[in-house]
Structures are given as C-alpha cells and as structure tokens.
C-alpha cells in the first residue's frame, strides 16, 4: 500500500506546481460559468412550464459544475500515453507493484490536485459575486463531502480504464471522444438531469456517470433523502470499473507487443 501512496503523493505534488494554468483556467471557467448561467436564467424565466428546480439551484448547481469541472473523467492520463506510444511502457511492466494500481493512483492524483486549485478559489468567488448558495445546512455539507470523495474514486476508475485502452489501441482518440460526450450528458455536466426528460430518468439514474457530478451536487443543494444509497451507487460502479480494468490490465499484458518486438 504504501507504494501507490508514494505515487499518489509525487503525482499530486507534480501537479500542483501548475499555478499559472490553474489560475488562467480559473478565469476561462469563471467567464463560462456567467454565461451558462445567463443562457439557463433566460431559458427558466421564458418557460411557461415549471421548472423541476428553481432557478437559485440551478445557478449554484452550474457553479459547481465549473468549480469541479476537471473531475472529469473524458481522456487518458497524459504521461501514460506518450509511455505507450513511444512504447517506455515496457519499464511499467518490470516495477515491481501491480500496474492497475499504479495507474490508479496516478489518476486519483490527476483527478485530485487540479480539481482542488480550480475549486478552492471559485466557490468562494461565486458565492460572493456571482449568486452561488452554500449548502443547506451541515447535514448535507457532511454527505457532500462524503459523496465528492467516492466521486474522485469514481472517475479516477474510469480514467484508469481510458488509460488502459491504450494497451489495445495505442490512440485514445476514439475513446476519448465517446467518453467526452457521454460524460458530458450523463454526468449533468452539460445540463442538470433534474432538466433532462423524465423519460430518460431511469436511464441516468442506473448509468454510472450522474456519480461524478449530479450526486454530490444534489447533496450539496441539500436533496439528501437517501445518500446512503447514492454514495453506495458510487462506490458499486467504482469497484465494478476497477475489477473490469484490473482484468483487462492481465490480458493486456499476456498480448501486449512493445515497439521492436
């Protein structure tokens, strides 16, 4: 255990040395957040119909959606990639530490240090200038916390078996642009699933994705009924995506050709 720790921990550390580009992506997120919220402010007050949330929780659901946007989980860990294709994949190989979880580790750490400098200075700032709410009250603080952190253990599993893709393909292209768009929509990152068709709810609800985005923010609004079963929905997908990719990993490994032969 302690190894993958070391690698989480020189994973993160190396990440959060990205300040200028944390800082530049803060006020892209932050001039894309305004304008999201002014195209679902215009869109809710136009309607005729009732809206399934009113329109303070859907501008602090869109807040958090930027806040926590690098969560994620729509392509490969970088430095794995360039390992694959220039084929120094084969040093992976010979560490001696299962390589599924390595890779995991390193893509809990992606998934951790960008998140928290992209979050921690825009959730304060949207909730003084820009109408964000925090949560409701501290019960449903505590089960957002709980939930965020079985959210990174979730899309970290998912970026982890992006990265192992690579093993088949050596280009994540493909994947990534599926991933993209499938995230995207089904995670509430690209609209809020309390706005998505009420035939779609079954659908979204049972998809795995809703657990990156929609749940901790549904805790956060203070929507807690039930979050025993939300976190446990979370951490069922994660342990099914880890499995699958640990086992994928083993008949990657048995066929795997590396540049020369």
Excluded at 25 to 32: A, I, R, S
Excluded at 142 to 157: D, G, K, N, Q, R
């Amino acid at each position: 255990m302690s190894a993958y720790v070391a690698v989480f921990s020189a994973r993160f550390r190396g990440l959060l040395q990205y300040r200028a580009a944390a800082l530049a992506g803060l006020v892209t997120q932050v001039f894309w957040g305004m304008v999201r919220v002014a195209i679902f402010t215009a869109f809710l007050r136009a309607s005729a119909a009732a809206s399934p949330m009113p329109l303070h929780e859907v501008v602090t659901y869109l807040w958090l959606t930027q806040a926590f946007l690098l969560l994620l989980p729509w392509k490969p860990d970088p430095e794995i990639e360039q390992l694959v294709r220039s084929g120094q994949v084969a040093v992976e190989l010979v560490r001696p530490i299962d390589l599924y979880w390595h890779w995991y580790a390193r893509a809990v750490a992606q998934k951790t240090a960008p998140a928290l400098l992209r979050c921690l200075p825009m959730i304060p700032l949207a909730v003084l200038l820009f109408g964000m709410r925090m949560p409701t009250d501290v019960g449903a603080a505590l089960a957002f916390l709980l939930s965020i952190v079985a959210a990174v253990a979730l899309s970290a599993a998912i970026v982890t078996l992006i990265s192992i893709s690579l093993l088949f393909t050596t280009s994540a292209k493909g994947v990534q642009l599926l991933a993209g768009a499938v995230v995207n929509l089904f995670s509430g990152a690209l609209v809020p699933l309390a706005l998505l068709p009420d035939t779609w709810s079954a659908l979204v609800h049972a998809l795995p994705f809703r657990g990156v985005m929609d749940t901790p923010f549904r805790l956060w609004l203070g929507d807690t009924q039930g979050w025993p079963v939300l976190v446990a929905h979370q951490l069922g997908w994660t342990l099914a995506f880890a499995f699958l990719g640990w086992v994928l990993v083993r008949r990657a490994v048995r066929r795997m050709e590396v540049h020369g032969g």
